[in-house]
């Protein structure tokens, strides 16, 4: 019996150090784990998109808060801040997306995140220029259309997630098993993961990597403010909330702006009346200056286990190695069971 469990045990730690050998989401990208930062508006710049790269993990500039020469600026300084694979992520809905679009191409980024939008509209184009292309998906149905449109890759993104989200709020662990039967192309898991287990838990549900967003926010290098960070840390579960579903569905922390969304809707709004609330720059105002009363403040559910700033190759460390340990816990006592 010590001799079997012996056999289990080293046999386990192997097989944990292969892990990631063959895993598609490292062949697909060329990086060392299969865990990707998120592109986040307002808080994924250069310097969080560079640092995760280094430590091993795929650092994403999340284009859709900047002007094309800001994008150019964090694309140029991400390059020589870092040798390895980093991503831009591309919202298609964005006004100057033709600028963007040249500026990846001109700077031959490998991989290209894009979101909201039809994924037909640019992968063509951009995998002729030699792009690795992935596309965000809140569904089954939208993952499959995304694999027919040629896309390398589809993250699928659970109601968890913070930021602008699906309008079904189906949840990721019933997300990711629903889009695994129906697609053959690789699938990262996002939405709840800002931990190893759970970012084992996505990966047993069959996901072969996870993005992960809003346990970034809170680093030294995300361009968030300060403010923003803190109110981050402070997040407990049930202070965040997904709501304007009728305009764009977006997960917020609970504060002076969105109770008066929620007044809003108890006074049957109409969707012109909710845009004029809405107004323009508010994810602006609330993650990137630091408004807290009058700002949106987007994040996700794993905010209420975000209770520590850490530089961002740390975090992505201490994902790993708890990854690594959970991964070595399947010989408990708990698992033994016929």
Known sequence: ??????????TDKIESRKLFMKNKITELFHIKYPLIQA???????WELASAVSNAGGLGIIGSG?????????????????????????LPMLYPNIEEHIQTIIKH???????????????????KEAGIT???????????????????????????????HNGRDETTTMCLIPMVKA??????IAAGGIGTGRGMLAAMTLGADGVQIGSRFIASP??????????EVLKAKEGDTMLTLKELTPVRL????????????????????????????????????????????????????????????GEIVSEIINEFKAALNERSDAKYAFE
């Open 221 to 230: 290098e995300s361009s968030a403010h300060q403010n923003f960070k803190e």
């Open 182 to 187: 129906a697609i053959s192309i690789p699938l």
């Open 133 to 163: 292309v992935v596309h965000v998906v809140s569904s089954a149905k939208f993952a499959l259309k995304a694999q027919e449109a040629g896309v390398d890759a589809v993250v699928a993104e659970g109601f968890e997630a913070g930021g």
């Open 253 to 312: 922390i609970k504060n002076s702006f969105f109770n008066k969304v929620e007044a809003a809707y108890e006074n049957c709004a109409t969707n012109e009346e909710l845009n004029e609330l809405l107004g323009r720059g508010r994810a602006k105002r609330g993650m990137f200056e630091g408004d807290l009363i009058e700002g949106e403040l987007e994040v996700g559910q794993i905010s209420g286990l975000i209770t520590e700033m850490k530089p961002a």
């Open 65 to 89: 808060s900047m002007y094309p020469e800001i994008l150019d600026e964090h694309i140029r300084k991400c390059k020589e801040a870092t040798q390895k694979p980093f991503a831009v992520n």
């Open 1 to 10: 019996m010590i001799r079997n469990y012996l056999r289990t045990f080293v």
């Open 39 to 45: 592109g986040m508006i307002w808080c994924s710049g």
């Open 108 to 126: 031959q980024v490998p991989i290209v995140f894009t979101s909201a939008g039809n994924p037909k509209t640019y992968t063509a184009r951009l």
